[in-house]
């Protein structure tokens, strides 16, 4: 399984703006589709964007198009998560995620390898 850590979570006005990155311990990452998700206190785990290896294809979850957008960089084995325009709403623990293969999916059950989470809190 790929070993992925997430940074760059934290606490931030309504409107404003952060960047998550995820790094991934694969030398193979390119041959990983990634994932974000979020998982806020008392819900379950939601899809928020992911991208397949090559960026030519990526896909958002309603609540987030238009505002956040999901990159890679294959030579340094990370994924990012620009989050702008921050809504209270948008509060949660943020996971990434890796499923081997070029299909993307929005479903936590297809994911095999998973982050440790960083928070995202949004005041209001």
């Known amino acids: 399984q790929v070993q992925l850590v997430e940074s760059g979570g934290g606490l931030v006005q309504a409107g404003g703006s952060l960047r998550l990155s995820c790094a991934a311990s694969?030398?193979?990452?390119?041959?990983?589709?990634m994932g974000w998700f979020r998982q806020a206190p008392g819900k379950a785990r939601e899809f928020v964007a992911v991208?397949?290896?090559?960026?030519?294809?990526?896909y958002y979850s309603d609540s987030v198009k238009g505002r956040f957008t999901i990159s890679r960089d294959n030579a340094k084995n990370t994924v990012y998560l620009q989050m702008n325009s921050l809504k209270p709403e948008d509060t949660a623990n943020y996971y990434c995620?890796?499923?081997?293969?070029?299909?993307?999916?929005?479903?936590?059950?297809?994911?095999?390898?998973w982050g440790q989470g960083t928070q995202v809190t949004v005041s209001s």
């Open positions: 991208i397949t290896w090559s960026d030519a294809g990526t």
């Open positions: 995620a890796a499923r081997f293969g070029l299909v993307i999916s929005l479903r936590v059950a297809d994911y095999r390898s």
């Open positions: 694969e030398r193979t990452f390119s041959s990983y589709t």
